[in-house]
């Protein structure tokens, strides 16, 4: 089956500096990938997803994501982070089932 | 547009007890999912269906039962709840016919058992 392993359980940023959250998974075919954000007390949101084609996506609220086969991870960037952005971010990858990584808490200090 | 939802949004059951979180979707999704959701565990996947009649075990199966008589609906059932159940359980949906496609989540039933 496949899995998902985000390495960073939380990470600390200040406002303004760049942001990448790892992500890693394992997987026999081509993967169908996701990046999820999660606000306190919230369900999940979509920020961004990838199936095919061009390795760097845009998602919502300034997010990208690029999906590297040979190192098997699918990075969520972010050049500028706004106070807003502290959250809890899951990745995700698909088959039938739908498998979630552990989470990387992110704190934004002002 | 109501997506997932998911009753009740809160419960606290007693050691023993038995109850079914209630999930149905109006999008018209084959693929539905029950995932919990603990402290730095992440989200982890209970049962999932494919359509109608079809569910499947997760990662995370045990203490749990599925059914799916409709595309609608997909209700999980606690039969006798432990503490370790306390948890926040999601229902999520998804389209079949697209891989790409993300799955909707509901707003989760946050359950403690006391």
């Known amino acids: 089956a496949q899995s998902v392993t985000q390495p960073d359980i939380h990470i600390t940023v200040s406002e303004g500096a760049s942001l990448e959250l790892r992500c890693n998974y394992s997987?026999?075919?081509?993967?169908?990938l996701f990046w999820y954000v999660q606000s306190p007390g919230q369900g999940l949101q979509l920020l961004l997803k990838?199936?095919?084609?061009?390795?760097l996506v845009q998602g919502i609220k300034g997010f990208e994501a690029e999906f590297k086969r040979s190192q098997s991870s699918f990075n969520l960037r972010k050049p500028s982070v706004h106070w807003s952005d502290a959250a809890e971010y899951f990745c995700?990858?698909?088959?039938?089932?739908?498998?979630f990584g552990a989470g990387t808490r992110l704190t934004v200090k002002p | 547009n109501a997506g997932v939802t998911q009753t009740p949004k809160f419960r606290i059951l007693k050691i023993g007890q038995s109850m079914t979180l209630q999930c149905t979707q109006d999008m018209n999704h084959n693929y539905m999912y029950w995932y919990r959701q603990d402290p730095g565990m992440g989200l982890k996947l209970i049962y999932y269906?494919?359509?109608?009649?079809?569910?499947d075990k997760g990662e995370v199966p045990n203490g749990y039962n599925v059914s799916r008589s409709t595309t609608e609906d997909f209700p999980l059932r606690l039969e006798l709840a432990a503490p370790s159940q306390t948890s926040v359980y999601f229902c999520?949906?998804?389209?079949?016919?697209?891989?790409?496609?993300?799955?909707?989540f509901g707003q989760g039933t946050r359950l403690t058992v006391v």
């Open positions: 999520a949906s998804s389209n079949r016919a697209e891989k790409n496609t993300e799955a909707f």
């Open positions: 995700a990858v698909r088959n039938n089932d739908m498998r």
């Open positions: 990838y199936f095919s084609g061009d390795t």
């Open positions: 269906s494919v359509g109608a009649g079809i569910t």
């Open positions: 997987y026999g075919a081509t993967p169908y």
